[in-house]
């Protein structure tokens, strides 16, 4: 496997992770679970802390699938030369 090609697959992984992120983060303020909505509506400046709450999962989202993307390419890859 090429660099280009790791590389192709470890951002495939990552943008999963990273609509997982948003869909959940999406959802759970839909929802209002566990009053996240009313926590984004009761702030200083809702936009932002929507922005950083949406955000923020994105990222951890995207970063573990990338993290956990990378591991199962390795454990699948031929040993030897």
Known sequence: MTDQQLLHKILVHC???AFLGCTFSGTM???NI???CDLVLGSAT???TAIVIVGGS???FAFGAAVTGFH???MDA???P
């Open 15 to 17: 943008a999963m992770g």
């Open 46 to 48: 809702p936009l932002m």
């Open 58 to 60: 994105c990222v951890y």
């Open 72 to 74: 199962f390419i390795f």
């Open 78 to 80: 031929p040993a030897g």
């Open 34 to 36: 566990a009053r996240a």
């Open 29 to 31: 303020m839909f929802l």
